[in-house]
């Protein structure tokens, strides 16, 4: 699957330290999902950023194991899941209009240079011809940059708000993307 390829990539520009040098208190938590679907399968990339701050300082010392400083990759295997539900807190999925969990199939974490983490989680979903994602709407729910690999669509990211959901249709004959 090509999201393999865009997940090593994102990889190597986060652990380049594409992270900005602004004051902790300046930067957001970010998410950010790629799509890329086929006949046969639907995948996404879901990339969250935890900027440095008192946040990213408790988790790392919550699964700095051996309090070297560092995050090791045994250790970022342990901190992934608690990462995954922040990344996808407050998500909806649904295919052809059932709403469906996603499978996590992989996850990579880097310690930014700046101090905080970013995590890419390759995930995938049951096919089928209509996908949508929702932000649920509550306070302080995180926006959600969403995009289909440029191969898919060049339109780029959407930024969804809370109450906002965005459909994309899969199938070469249909409309490509719909927003509501």
Same mark, same amino acid.
């Given at each position: 699957? #090509?999201?393999?390829?865009?997940?090593?990539? #994102?990889?190597?520009?986060?652990?380049?330290? =594409?992270?900005?040098?602004?004051?902790?208190?300046?930067?957001?938590?970010?998410?950010? =999902?790629?799509?890329?679907?086929?006949?046969?399968?639907? &995948?996404?990339?879901?990339?969250?950023?935890?900027?440095?701050?008192?946040?990213?300082?408790?988790?790392?010392?919550?699964?700095?194991?051996?309090?070297? @400083?560092?995050? @090791?990759?045994?250790?970022?295997?342990? =901190?992934?899941?608690?990462?995954?539900?922040?990344?996808?807190?407050?998500?909806?999925?649904? +295919?052809?209009?059932?709403?469906?969990?996603?499978?996590?199939?992989?996850?990579? +974490?880097?310690?930014?240079?700046? &101090?905080?983490?970013?995590?890419?989680?390759?995930?995938?979903?049951?096919?089928?011809?209509?996908?949508? +994602?929702?932000?649920?709407?509550?306070? &302080?729910?995180?926006?959600?940059?969403?995009?289909?690999?440029?191969?898919?669509? @060049?339109? &780029?990211?959407?930024?969804?708000?809370?109450?906002?959901?965005? +459909?994309?249709?899969?199938?070469?004959?249909?409309?490509?993307?719909?927003?509501?």
């Amino acid at each position: 699957m #090509t999201l393999r390829i865009a997940l090593s990539l #994102t990889l190597i520009l986060l652990s380049m330290g =594409m992270g900005t040098s602004a004051s902790a208190h300046e930067l957001p938590i970010e998410r950010q =999902m790629v799509l890329d679907w086929s006949d046969e399968a639907l &995948g996404a990339m879901l990339v969250y950023r935890e900027p440095p701050g008192p946040r990213s300082d408790r988790l790392k010392s919550m699964f700095d194991a051996n309090r070297d @400083s560092r995050i @090791s990759p045994a250790e970022a295997r342990k =901190m992934g899941p608690q990462l995954y539900m922040r990344a996808t807190h407050k998500l909806a999925f649904k +295919v052809n209009k059932k709403p469906v969990m996603p499978v996590l199939v992989e996850t990579k +974490v880097v310690r930014e240079r700046t &101090g905080g983490f970013s995590v890419a989680f390759l995930i995938s979903f049951e096919q089928g011809s209509e996908f949508e +994602v929702s932000v649920i709407d509550e306070p &302080g729910v995180i926006p959600l940059n969403i995009a289909p690999l440029p191969s898919q669509n @060049s339109q &780029g990211f959407t930024e969804l708000h809370p109450g906002q959901s965005k +459909v994309f249709r899969l199938r070469e004959d249909d409309e490509k993307v719909s927003k509501h």
